[in-house]
């Protein structure tokens, strides 16, 4: 009987550990973590020490390719494969670059069918200068670039390995919002009925969604720290988050301050819808208008092609959905305590 009535328990452990085991065993997808010089002139050699990461080639070169727009590119005149994960490409730069700007901005790609397509965004910055070189763009398609087959994540510059506490910092946060929006339906019906067990159950929901955001902000901590140099920044998405987090602290001092028990259920029900309503803003709207580092935030893209792909969406929708089901489970658990803390006190006031 009690497998059935905590199978919602069972699944939450279930898909932790799924998410645990998927979200930090999966391999990324190879790719390019940097480039030695990348400024060249027009009609110059080129010569470029690539670092790759999670790529074997294992002495046998790929093909290169820089890529200046949709018509226009030029295959690497050699490729060698250095030691640990070095790459060394050259190529002839063009004596001229297409259209009238003076300055031009290449890709690059590493294609072969063990490894896939690696990508470089923003690698060779072209300066146009007077030349004898005859070498010219290539205006055609460009030939075939390999895709890497398997379940793997997919590699981002300078997240890297990173990339996987998208699977822990961004559920844990769903999970809170959750929480707190049941503590909120859990306030009205209180307000509505005035029965003291949807007070308990509210500000136990509440406990649980403010553990949930205290390990989002320090996942998201870690995670600066490794990405942007500083575990803190003024970025407003990060303030306005440690402001929401303080309004709850708040609602905590508050519900603590007082010992009549229905007054202090009206007054914290009131100021915990009020809660609410105040981060939605401060969390989704403000971040959105004003500049920011965060993805999806001052024109940053979030949960696109950029940041996200169907294999982690298998990952992250499920991590989401384990979080919140252990904080339920956690919120249960006060539930219980304050339950039997009424008990009692009940019994002393006989």
């Known amino acids: 009987m009690n497998l059935y009535k905590n199978w919602w328990k069972y699944l939450a452990i279930l898909i932790l550990l799924y998410t645990v085991i998927a979200g930090l065993m999966v391999p990324l997808k190879p790719g390019i973590t940097s480039i030695g010089k990348s400024v060249f002139a027009t009609g110059?050699?080129?010569?470029?020490?690539?670092?790759?990461?999670?790529?074997?080639?294992?002495?046998?070169?790929?093909?290169?390719?820089?890529?200046?727009?949709?018509?226009?590119?030029?295959?690497?005149?050699?490729?060698?494969?250095?030691?640990?994960?070095?790459?060394?490409?050259?190529?002839?730069?063009?004596?001229?670059?297409p259209g009238k700007d003076n300055t031009a901005i290449t890709t690059l790609f590493l294609t072969d069918e063990a490894n896939g397509?690696?990508?470089?965004?923003?690698?060779?910055?072209?300066?146009?200068?007077?030349?004898?070189?005859?070498?010219?763009?290539?205006?055609?398609?460009?030939?075939?670039?390999?895709?890497?087959?398997?379940?793997?994540?997919?590699?981002?510059?300078?997240?890297?390995?990173?990339?996987r506490n998208t699977f822990y910092h961004i559920p844990l946060w769903f999970s809170m919002f959750i929480l707190f929006f049941g503590a909120m339906i859990m306030n009205v019906k209180y307000l509505r009925k005035r029965n003291i067990d949807d007070d308990h159950k509210a500000s136990s929901l509440i406990t649980a969604g403010i553990l949930m955001g205290c390990l989002g902000l320090a996942t998201g901590s870690i995670w600066a720290k490794n990405t942007w140099g500083a575990y803190w920044t003024t970025d407003v998405k990060l303030n306005m988050s440690a402001i929401s987090m303080m309004i709850y602290f708040a609602y905590l001092i508050l519900r603590s301050s007082m010992d009549d028990v229905d007054k202090r259920a009206r007054i914290s029900s009131a100021y915990s819808i009020f809660a609410f309503f105040t981060i939605v803003p401060?969390?989704?709207?403000?971040?959105?208008?004003?500049?920011?580092?965060?993805?999806?935030?001052?024109?940053?893209?979030?949960?696109?092609?950029e940041d996200m792909d169907n294999t982690m969406r298998m990952v992250f929708y499920p991590a989401i959905i384990g979080f919140t089901l252990l904080g339920t489970w956690i919120a249960s658990l006060v539930l219980r305590i304050k339950r039997l803390d009424e008990k009692v006190h009940l019994k002393m006031m006989e």
């Open 44 to 97: 110059e050699e080129a010569m470029i020490s690539v670092e790759v990461y999670n790529a074997e080639y294992g002495g046998q070169a790929p093909k290169s390719y820089i890529k200046l727009d949709q018509s226009n590119f030029i295959e690497a005149k050699s490729v060698e494969v250095g030691e640990g994960r070095t790459v060394n490409v050259t190529f002839d730069i063009p004596a001229t670059l």
């Open 117 to 163: 397509t690696l990508v470089y965004p923003n690698a060779l910055i072209l300066q146009s200068k007077p030349t004898t070189s005859n070498r010219t763009w290539d205006i055609k398609e460009m030939p075939r670039l390999y895709k890497k087959s398997g379940f793997l994540f997919p590699y981002r510059n300078i997240l890297i390995e990173t990339i």
């Open 282 to 305: 401060l969390i989704f709207v403000i971040p959105r208008i004003t500049d920011s580092l965060h993805p999806g935030n001052g024109g940053n893209p979030a949960f696109g092609g």
